[in-house]
């Protein structure tokens, strides 16, 4: 079955550590990559995406994604966390062409001040 | 611009009772669905719709039934209510292009629902 993983489920970090949050996928055809970001008591929005192009990605808020084709890897980085970073980070993938878009499980980042 | 408007925020159902999530959008999107949220497990798939008259199946539809008449609508209805469907919802649309949507979806801001 498609699916979609992130390896960690909850991350504590100290403000200006860097991050990396991973994601891979099992879909074999070609996709459409994306992170959201869902705030405490917030929905979600969305961080960035990929849909073709250049693999490596640049959203909101300084965050990066790499897209790693062979590895079906799609990993969120950002150089420097800040404590308004605290959220939880969902990784998105859709096949291209196709109506259903399916959500990793999500990672809790908790980044200390 | 009002976005994805959900209704309601909140609601507390006994089961066995019916109830109907609203969702409507303003931006004209072809795209919409509806996800359960709950801890440890993301966000899933109930249904789904490519425009109006057309919806389908998500990854957990059972227990959900959908229609979509107008572009701007898509309610979510629960006919008996079970305590597994305790959960928070979210309405999502996206643009659509060539029979297919992009995935970059505009969510709403979520139905809190506890069955008892």
């Known amino acids: 079955a498609q699916s979609v993983s992130q390896h960690n489920h909850h991350v504590i970090l100290s403000e200006a550590a860097s991050l990396e949050l991973g994601c891979n996928y099992s879909?074999?055809?070609?996709?459409?990559l994306f992170w959201y970001v869902q705030y405490p008591g917030q929905h979600l929005q969305l961080l960035l995406k990929?849909?073709?192009?250049?693999?490596l990605v640049k959203g909101i808020k300084g965050f990066e994604a790499e897209f790693i084709k062979s590895k079906f890897s799609f990993n969120l980085r950002k150089p420097s966390v800040q404590w308004s970073d605290t959220a939880e980070y969902f990784c998105?993938?859709?096949?291209?062409?196709?109506?259903?878009?399916?959500f990793g499980a999500g990672t809790r980042l908790f980044v200390k001040a | 611009n009002a976005g994805v408007t959900q209704t309601p925020k909140f609601q507390v159902l006994k089961t066995g009772q019916s109830m109907t999530l609203q969702c409507a959008q303003d931006?004209?999107?072809?795209?919409m669905s509806w996800y359960r949220q709950d801890p440890g497990m993301g966000l899933r798939l109930i249904h789904y719709?490519?425009?109006?008259?057309?919806?389908d199946q998500g990854e957990v539809p059972n227990g959900y039934n959908v229609s979509r008449s107008t572009t701007e609508d898509f309610p979510l209805r629960l006919l008996s209510a079970a305590p597994s469907q305790t959960s928070v919802y979210f309405c999502?649309?996206?643009?659509?292009?060539?029979?297919?949507?992009?995935?970059?979806?505009?969510f709403g801001e979520g139905s809190r629902l506890t069955v008892l």
């Open positions: 998105a993938v859709t096949l291209t062409g196709g109506f259903k878009t399916i």
């Open positions: 719709s490519v425009g109006a008259g057309i919806t």
């Open positions: 999502a649309s996206s643009l659509s292009s060539t029979g297919a949507h992009t995935g970059e979806l505009f």
């Open positions: 879909y074999g055809g070609t996709v459409n």
């Open positions: 990929y849909f073709s192009g250049d693999p």
């Open positions: 931006m004209n999107h072809e795209y």
